[in-house]
């Protein structure tokens, strides 16, 4: 049984850093992409960033360029999201996903199989 928990969400304000992380478990976590999406309330589910099998490349959407940085242990088969210079309009339930195949940018949910429950960032202004 596949699962993954992510962590780390809080309430943060404006500029402050927060680091998620999302261990998985169940699965051979090398032999997958790992991916980071956002939903806000009232808003469609965003793609924030993803990172290759050995960390080779990585992908971060326009809206986190410069202010958020994907990593990844697969020694713990644990994946981070540390995001620096947060912005209100950066608070969303945040999620973890995999994706055993390919995938496209701008990511699309239908491309990763397994999902967290998410953690919930909050930016206060």
């Not at 940018?105 to 909050?122: A, C, E, I, K, N």
């Amino acid at each position: 049984q596949v699962q993954m928990v992510e962590s780390g969400g809080g309430l943060v304000q404006a500029g402050g850093s927060l680091r998620l992380s999302c261990t998985a478990s169940g699965l051979t976590f090398d032999d997958y992409v790992m991916g980071w999406f956002r939903q806000a309330p009232g808003k469609e589910r965003e793609g924030v960033s993803c990172i290759t099998w050995r960390g080779g490349s990585t992908y971060y959407a326009d809206s986190v360029k410069g202010r958020f940085t994907i990593s990844r242990d697969n020694a713990k088969n644990t994946l981070y999201l540390q995001m620096n210079s947060l912005k209100p309009e950066d608070t969303a339930m945040y999620y973890c996903a995999s994706s055993s195949g390919y995938y496209y940018t701008p990511l699309r949910s239908q491309d990763f199989g397994y999902w967290g429950q998410g953690t919930q960032v909050t930016v206060s202004s």
